[in-house]
């Protein structure tokens, strides 16, 4: 514990608080009801300050955390099916019949299609994408229909080489640049 009186061992109301973990009102009220030990401790040029036994303050601490209750599961608690809260679960069991051998058997077949056909490659995304004959386009179909990187393009627009309608806009997505301005850079 902290803050002790080093002559007589007495701890202050502060460290009392510290060790409980609870308000000076609470330090109060348990000296008067579970018996903590206090006196008044004299101080030269200050009023008395009120300091407590660490023994009865230790008393206390062990007196009010509580032991752990045990839990003991019901006998039959292992043969009923539960849910993970303690509780039955309401989902019966499939019952074995013809109709679970049908469903059975039916995703045995679906298993064994879906494992035996070739894996299906992802759609692969033509290497520049069309761009569809407008008289705008944006950032990223210009760097499609330029083979340039977005950067390169947004780069273009900034240092004066592409016109943009929008530029005053600070959302990059939103510039639109003339499809014949991308023509003309082209041709050079």
């Known amino acids: 514990m902290a803050e002790t009186d080093a002559r007589d061992g007495d701890l202050t109301i502060e460290a009392v608080m510290a060790a409980l973990r609870v308000s000076k009102r609470t ?14 401790r004299p101080q030269k040029g200050a009023p008395p300050v009120t300091v407590y036994d660490p023994a009865d303050v230790a008393r206390v601490a062990v007196d009010r955390t509580p032991a752990p209750t045990m839990h003991v599961l019901d006998a039959d608690q292992h043969s009923r099916p539960a849910n993970g809260n303690g509780r039955p679960d309401p989902v019966e069991p499939l019952a074995h019949g013809p109709a679970s ?9 679906v298993l064994l299609r879906l494992f035996q056909s070739p894996p299906a490659s ?21 760097a499609v229909l330029l083979g340039w990187d977005v950067r390169d393009v947004r780069k ?19 510039w ?3 499809r014949a301005a991308l023509q003309e850079l082209e041709a050079f």
């Open 27 to 40: 330090v109060q009220r348990y000296a008067d009801e579970w018996g903590i030990a206090k006196r008044q």
């Open 101 to 109: 051998e049908h469903l059975a058997a039916a995703l045995e077949a």
């Open 122 to 142: 992802p759609p692969a995304l033509p290497p520049s994408s069309p761009v569809a004959e407008t008289l705008w386009v944006d950032v990223q179909e210009a």
């Open 156 to 174: 273009a627009v900034r240092s004066g080489a592409l016109e943009t309608h929008n530029k005053q806009v600070r959302d990059w997505h939103r």
């Open 176 to 178: 639109r640049i003339r």
